[in-house]
């Protein structure tokens, strides 16, 4: 996310005085709800509303954000660092074209 952005969220959250409400919990929360919303686009077939897609899409990002900002935490080093666990536990020769849990492969 380019540094504007995050400023500008961050901005959004301090203007309304809203980062009192942004404990860890409540943030998971938000993220978890925002992500149900987001499902919900794609229901009952694949027939959907790429705009909504986006809205729901960006308020999981946003609180994403948040959480990163409350609990101190750098997105590109905890992505990294998933992705060295994902490349060890799925190797693509075992991996590749599957789409069985890495105890299964």
């Not at 609180?63 to 935490?73: E, F, H, P, T, V």
């Not at 590109?76 to 190797?91: G, L, R, S």
Request: glycine share 2%; proline share 2%.
């Amino acid at each position: 996310m380019e540094q504007s952005t995050i400023d500008r969220i961050r901005k959004f959250t301090e203007d309304r005085d809203w980062d009192q409400f942004h404990s860890p919990a409540n943030l998971a929360k938000s993220i978890c709800i925002e992500a149900a919303e987001l499902l919900e686009c794609f229901q009952w077939d694949d027939n959907y509303d790429i705009e909504k897609v986006k809205e729901e899409l960006a308020d999981v990002l946003v609180y994403s954000r948040n959480m990163l900002d409350k609990l101190g935490l750098d997105e590109d080093e905890i992505v990294n660092a998933k992705m060295a666990k994902n490349e060890e536990k799925y190797p693509v020769e075992k991996a590749k074209g599957r789409s069985d849990k890495y105890d299964e492969l």
